[in-house]
């Protein structure tokens, strides 16, 4: 598998392709870097299950733990209906008709 060729792909279908300059850079790679596995399950919100961020504030920054559910689900089948309003399901259930619905995939 090919991972620069699909980040690159996956770049131009959202309309940002990168520009030979930040190809020659590595940005390509660094991403790729960034999104690894190894990467991600060493991060510090994935070890301790939260993260720590430093508001600005007119006294300097304050910190803030935020629990890493802000950053991800629980992955349960269904678990959508508690995130998402019945409109925005419904609109994701039409585009994915639209784009996938030749495939013969079942909703």
Same mark, same amino acid.
């Given at each position: ?19 030979l %300059? ?9 991403? #790729? ?8 399950s060493?991060? %510090? ?10 508001i600005a =504030? ?9 629990n ?7 992955? %349960?089948?269904?678990? =959508?209906?508690?995130?998402l309003?019945? %409109?925005?399901?419904?609109?994701l259930?039409? #585009? ?5 619905g ?6």
């Amino acid at each position: 598998m090919d991972t620069m060729q699909h980040v690159k792909r996956l770049a131009e279908f959202m309309g940002h392709p990168f520009s030979l %300059e930040e190809e020659r850079q590595g940005v390509v790679q660094e991403i #790729i870097n960034l999104c690894s596995f190894q990467n991600l399950s060493n991060l %510090e919100v994935n070890k301790s299950g939260a993260y720590r961020v430093h508001i600005a =504030s007119q006294t300097g920054q304050t910190p803030l733990l935020v629990n890493n559910s802000a950053f991800f689900r629980r992955g %349960e089948v269904g678990d =959508s209906k508690n995130h998402l309003t019945v %409109e925005m399901l419904e609109h994701l259930d039409k #585009i994915t008709e639209e784009k996938l619905g030749s495939f013969g995939l079942k909703l």
